[in-house]
């Protein structure tokens, strides 16, 4: 089982659309938790960190479920420039490592 | 400032040569870590630097030999690569290693021939 597993995506979805993205962990010792973008050709960027009580940002909602190992990035409202490929992430070994899912692919249309 | 900066941004070699990657952030971090990413798959880390000590080596070959002169700076010198060694290289750092954000880099593209 990997890791970290992700939606397959790609998504395609119209601008304005809200668009959910989902991921689980397998390591219940997992500490941290993030999502990045990273866009054709450019390094990850981060996107925001995930905390059990959730956290928003703009247009941008993240859920963390621990007893679950879930973990969720909503995004309303959706631009043109948020076509990109969305990386969850948990850090492992004391936070050392950062693991990476797959990515998920967004496409944007207008 | 999160600025994590990388030079060459390209770089082809061939097999016998010798060539050194390096990285650079002036935030204070005290972590620093190298990347291997190959097309359309996640970075995949092969070292972590805490403290200017190298503390997590992935079971990379040895003909890639990283470096940390001091905490600003990490290097990757590479020798006798493969082909299936190109990909791209991300530096990334952190306020130290535990439960914070890692910064990337833009990287450098590497091509062996």
């Known amino acids: 089982r990997k890791e970290v597993e992700q939606d397959p995506g790609p998504f395609n979805v119209p601008e304005g659309a809200t668009v959910a993205f989902n991921c689980t962990y397998s390591n219940s010792a997992s500490q941290s938790f993030f999502w990045y973008r990273q866009d054709c050709r450019k390094e990850p960027k981060l996107l925001m960190s995930?905390?059990?009580s959730g956290n928003e940002d703009g247009r941008f909602t993240a859920q963390l479920n621990r007893a679950s190992q879930y973990i969720s990035l909503l995004i309303r409202d959706s631009k043109l420039s948020d076509s990109a490929t969305y990386l969850c992430?948990?850090?492992?070994?004391?936070?050392?490592?950062?693991?990476f899912g797959a990515g998920t692919i967004l496409r944007v249309k207008s | 400032d999160t600025e994590v900066t990388q030079t060459p941004k390209h770089l082809v070699m061939g097999m016998t040569n010798k060539k050194s990657l390096k990285c650079e952030q002036h935030m204070g971090h005290r972590a620093m870590y190298w990347y291997k990413q190959k097309a359309k798959k996640p970075p995949e880390l092969m070292f972590v630097y805490s403290y200017e000590k190298l503390s997590i080596n992935e079971s990379v070959p040895s003909r890639f030999s990283p470096e940390c002169p001091n905490s600003s700076l990490l290097n990757l010198h590479l020798h006798a690569l493969q082909p299936e060694d190109s990909a791209l290289y991300l530096c990334?750092?952190?306020?130290?290693?535990?439960?914070?954000?890692?910064?990337f880099g833009p990287g450098t593209r590497l091509t062996v021939t």
């Open positions: 992430v948990v850090t492992l070994e004391y936070g050392n490592k950062l693991v």
């Open positions: 995930v905390y059990s």
């Open positions: 990334a750092s952190s306020l130290s290693t535990g439960v914070h954000e890692q910064y």
